[in-house]
């Protein structure tokens, strides 16, 4: 049932006496929820919500559940369930290195040495300082071939996506060869100027966008240049010297000798949904799909959801990469619920999702002795939109499956007309951003509350 909202008395009454006269009784928790949606200042429009019951699939809360809103990262959770089934939670991403040649008793390689990226999208420094030891214990000093760089295995990207600003962290590049999520620091230097670590070479626009007196994070737009160039630079402290890199694939016949291997996929979808990483989300996705671009990845995906869930209505529904970071995709509360569901039975995704008062997005949020770690569920956030899916766990042992977004659409039709939105319009997605925070609390408290 929808719950709406008229601007005027005698719409509200006639639309009361409609519900009384089709149902017998207004719910005692739609004045409530109707009340909650104008006391922080949203129209009844703005606000989508799903909540069922997860042993019946009753519905116990329902507001314009069939709409359409902007989910943002809760979208995340199509991208867990698809990896899971297609790759299987033990799957675990590997990183390699290969010598071809010959490797003389004066430790010259006569061929090439190969870095091959595998997609893992947690893979850090100390991976790399493993694969450059493994060359030092080759016995490899200098090589007169070629540093190979072999990354062909995924699509490579230098942003998520490029109407979204250059320079924010959250939109930094993917592909096969990733590192410390494709961000360094860049650092004011005691001379007067500035320094970053790990090293980056390139200078593409991000670095002249951010400030430099003071810290900041620099997203990476070549993921596999870069970290072969920080190999290197690894490799050269071990007494290993290579050359510049250059992009090839691995010769026929070379021989392993390094390997590192990811965490399980289970453990990197459980960082992805509580830290909501989007270059996680991005490599894992198009590793699920084996597509050629996030377009046709994301779609591949969707192919799947609906196979898997025919009885749910699609309509509206849109998805365009693996991430959530597009103000184009859409869903319904009740599209999100169905999605929730199939995570659920296919793969426990309550156990690996965010939970309040204690980890990831919702650490600092419901951390009152009411709701601290009785809500556990994927937050989604962009300018002019706040969403959450997952569950509520009531006093009752009767726990809850939720689904609510929150969206502003002028707002975000002016959003998305300016490449960098000025101080009023800054001061307009700040207080939205709070507003919405505060109601998707307070919905979820309501949740806690309501009885079936």
């Known amino acids: 049932m929808s719950v709406v ?22 719910p005692a928790w739609a004045s409530s929820l109707d009340a909650l949606i104008a006391r922080h200042g949203f129209a009844p429009d703005a606000v989508g919500l799903a909540v069922a019951d997860v042993a019946t699939g009753q519905r116990v809360l329902a507001h314009r559940s069939a709409e359409p809103g902007l989910p943002a990262s809760t979208l995340k959770l199509v991208t867990a369930w698809a990896a899971l089934e297609a790759l299987g939670p033990e799957h675990r991403f590997a990183t390699r290195l290969w010598l071809s040649g010959t490797l003389s008793s004066a430790g010259v390689l006569e061929g090439d040495i190969v870095l091959e990226g595998g997609g893992d999208p947690l893979l850090d420094i100390d991976g790399l300082m493993a694969l450059a030891w493994a060359a030092r214990d080759a016995g490899v000093e200098q090589i007169s071939g070629r540093f190979v760089l072999d990354d062909h295995s995924l699509p490579r990207l230098p942003v998520v996506n490029p109407k979204q600003p250059v320079e924010a962290g959250y939109n930094a590049g993917i592909g096969a060869l990733s590192l410390a999520f494709n961000r360094v620091e860049r650092r004011p230097a005691p001379d007067g100027g500035t320094f970053s670590l790990p090293e980056l070479r390139e200078r593409g626009p991000a670095w002249s966008r951010l400030p430099f007196d003071a810290p900041a994070s620099v997203p990476v737009q070549d ?16 007494g290993v010297v290579l050359p510049a890199p250059e992009r090839a694939e691995r010769p026929a016949g070379s021989r392993l000798v390094g390997e590192v291997h990811s965490r399980p996929l289970r453990d990197i979808v ?7 990483n989007n270059q996680v989300a991005e490599m894992v996705g198009l590793a699920a799909t084996g597509a050629a671009s996030l377009g046709a990845s994301a779609a591949v995906m969707v192919d799947q959801l609906q196979a898997a869930l025919p009885t749910i209505d699609w309509r509206g529904f849109v998805m365009t990469n693996h991430s959530g970071l597009d103000p184009a995709a859409r869903a319904s509360p009740d599209q999100l619920l169905g999605i929730l569901e199939l995570a659920e039975t296919r793969h426990g995704i309550i156990a690996l999702l965010p939970a309040a008062g204690w980890s990831g997005s919702l650490q600092s949020r419901l951390r009152s002795p009411d709701a601290a770690l009785r809500v556990w569920a994927k937050t989604g956030s962009l300018d002019f939109a706040s969403s959450l899916v997952g569950y509520v766990l009531r006093p009752n042992g009767r726990p809850l499956r939720l689904a609510l977004s929150i969206t502003d659409e002028a707002g975000r039709q002016a959003r998305d007309a300016v ?3 000025g101080p009023a319009m800054r001061r307009s997605i700040d207080a939205f951003t709070t507003r919405a925070r505060d109601l998707r609390d307070d919905l979820v408290r309501l949740a806690l509350t309501v009885e079936n």
């Open 5 to 26: 909202r008229s601007a005027g008395r005698g719409r509200a009454a006639l639309a009361i006496g409609i519900m009384v006269l089709l149902f017998g009784a207004v």
């Open 270 to 276: 459980q960082a992805m949904l509580l830290y909501s």
């Open 223 to 238: 993921s596999g240049l870069h970290a072969a160039w920080v190999f290197a630079d690894l490799a050269r402290g071990l």
């Open 419 to 421: 490449e960098v939105p």
